[in-house]
């Protein structure tokens, strides 16, 4: 019989509307969790000691952190994530369990987890599963039972670096090996590894615009947040010809989110510099934003710290209103580089750290913002401008 804190198990119990016997799947897990140590070992040395969650496993990446409270489950499918173990600061994490519908692409892509507290079981009765469950098909690695707070504020002042996870490799020396074969985030291309490999189509009725969809990376929420506006979208992979993409006769090109460096993605680069200078509506998101900035001669640099979470306060300098927006990038546009030239404009800076937000060209009918507005997960302050591509679309047509 497995023991439990405080006593046995009973030979049969409800949990979930459900009954689960003493050698259920749900116990195992349970015990596994509660009993099978991990590690989060840094690039510079400190070590975390921790419990297993997740598959048991070793994993590894740049290391990051999220400040949503709510919404994981969009967050672990979210593909910008590739590349990341991501430390969510929020103390409890898979309360409320998984839902089929509450995804941004068909898995989970952050390469590890790491939390204060996790939870085997849920308390929503809509909920498909645990997230524990969705982990272990996932193949996702995690840690918990650690002190997120201690390790936020470590990086916060250390800034971003790599780090490893495992729950099956405890020797210190030989996860110090295996941590120095990681690559860095700066110079690593990863879009490759989520873009589509066939383009596909998503329509409502009626439509009334046509998009074409460079997918870097794409959430299916921005897919969306389009037909919800009556466009017929065509999802095009990140290596399509601009002659492929005129092929569709689309009112508009959609840059999408995306994870990785922007700035070794030189062909990328190139085709959006295409696209900017047909003259044709163009809206750009996140790594969108930021090859569509590099296509009209600006650079991109690596934040010591990158923004992450679903409270991030924006300021729209067209209007003056102030958004809070859903943000997930590591990467920004370089101010000194848009002071250099007169053809972008910046529409949008984050007032925490006054770095550049959004971007219009000065001359075509051409914008990126940094963050998310089909904010999924997140606050909807900023869904107004997929209303300006489709206004920008309605006057090029006109």
């Known amino acids: 019989m497995l023991i439990k804190k405080g006593g046995f198990y009973p030979p049969f119990f409800v949990y979930n509307n459900r009954i689960w016997s003493r050698v259920s799947n ?16 840094l690039e510079d040395g400190t070590l975390f000691e921790g419990v297993a969650i997740g598959k048991i496993g070793t994993t590894g990446g740049e290391i990051a952190f ?5 919404g994981y489950q969009e967050v672990f499918t979210d593909p910008s994530y590739v590349g990341q173990l991501l430390i969510m600061t929020t103390s409890h994490i898979g309360n409320y369990g998984v839902h089929a519908a509450e995804i941004e692409s068909e898995s989970i892509k952050i390469a590890g987890l790491v939390t204060k507290k996790f939870s085997n079981g849920y308390s929503r009765s809509s909920a498909n599963e645990s997230l524990q469950d969705l982990m272990e098909r996932n193949g996702t690695v995690g840690i918990s039972d650690i002190d997120t707070r201690a390790l936020v504020r470590h990086i916060r002042h250390k800034g971003a670096m790599n780090a490893i996870i495992s729950s099956e490799i405890l020797d210190v020396n030989e996860l110090k090996n295996k941590l120095s074969e990681i690559p860095s985030m700066e ?14 189509e998503v329509k409502p009725e009626n439509p009334t615009h046509r998009v074409s969809l460079i997918d870097f990376g794409v959430k299916k929420n921005i ?4 037909v919800d506006r009556g ?5 095009f992979p990140m290596h399509t010809s601009k002659a492929e993409l005129d092929a569709f006769n689309p009112d508009g090109y959609m840059l999408s989110n995306g994870p990785g460096d922007p700035s070794v993605m030189t062909s ?7 696209i900017a200078d047909s003259g044709k509506p163009v809206f750009g998101i996140c790594l969108g934003h930021q090859i569509l900035g590099l296509s009209q001669g600006l650079q991109t640099v690596k934040m010591f710290n ?6 991030h306060p924006i300021k729209n300098l067209k209007t003056g209103k102030g958004e809070i927006t859903s943000q997930n990038h590591g990467f920004v546009i370089s101010k000194e580089s848009i002071e ?3 053809k972008v404009k910046v529409t949008h800076v984050h007032l925490n750290d006054h770095t550049i937000a959004g971007i219009e060209l000065t001359d075509k009918p051409v914008f990126s913002v940094q963050y998310h507005p089909e904010a999924s997960a997140g606050p909807h302050d900023s869904r107004y401008l997929f209303d300006q591509f489709i206004d920008n679309m309605n006057t090029y047509k006109s």
Do not use: W, Y
């Open 66 to 70: 999220n400040t949503g409270m709510t």
């Open 306 to 311: 990158g923004h992450r979470g679903v409270n």
């Open 340 to 342: 250099a030239q007169d």
């Open 268 to 274: 990328s680069i190139a085709l959006v510099k295409e």
């Open 223 to 226: 897919v969306r947040c389009l």
């Open 187 to 200: 110079g690593l291309e990863l879009s490759s590894r989520v873009s589509t490999t066939e383009a596909f």
């Open 26 to 41: 749900f116990e195992q897990n349970l015990f596994m969790q509660q009993n099978q140590p991990a590690i989060l070992l």
């Open 231 to 235: 466009c017929h979208v065509k999802v």
